[in-house]
Nanobody, 117 residues
């Protein structure tokens, strides 16, 4: 049984920081591309960042220079360090694990991030 469990969300003031974690089980973690997505109320779910099995990263333009994605294959965990948070970063953040051949795609349950004074 595959599980992705996010943690680390919460309420933070503008300019603050949060670190999200996503612990995976039931998959060969090291071969998966891992991603963080977010979904604000009434909006679609958008990619925030992803990291490949080889460690290559990609970020949405809106978070470049502020967010950092990383992975620890020994702990089966992916992280999202979020700095200089803005109110527009408020959303539910979802962890994703994806492998192409054969195709498999898994989601966590999401964690709420609220940036407000």
């Amino acid at each position: 049984q595959v599980q992705l469990v996010e943690s680390g969300g919460g309420l933070v003031q503008p300019g603050g920081s949060l670190r999200l974690s996503c612990a995976a089980s039931g998959i060969s973690f090291g071969i998966y591309t891992l991603g963080w997505y977010r979904q604000a109320p009434g909006k679609q779910r958008d990619l925030v960042a992803h990291i490949t099995s080889g460690g290559s990263t990609n970020y949405a333009d809106s978070v470049k220079g502020r967010f950092t994605i990383s992975r620890d294959n020994a702990k089966n965990t992916v992280y999202l360090q979020m700095n200089t948070l803005k109110p527009e970063d408020t959303a539910v953040y979802f962890c994703n694990a994806r492998y192409v051949h054969p195709y498999s795609n898994y989601w966590g349950q999401g964690t709420q991030v609220t940036v407000s004074s």
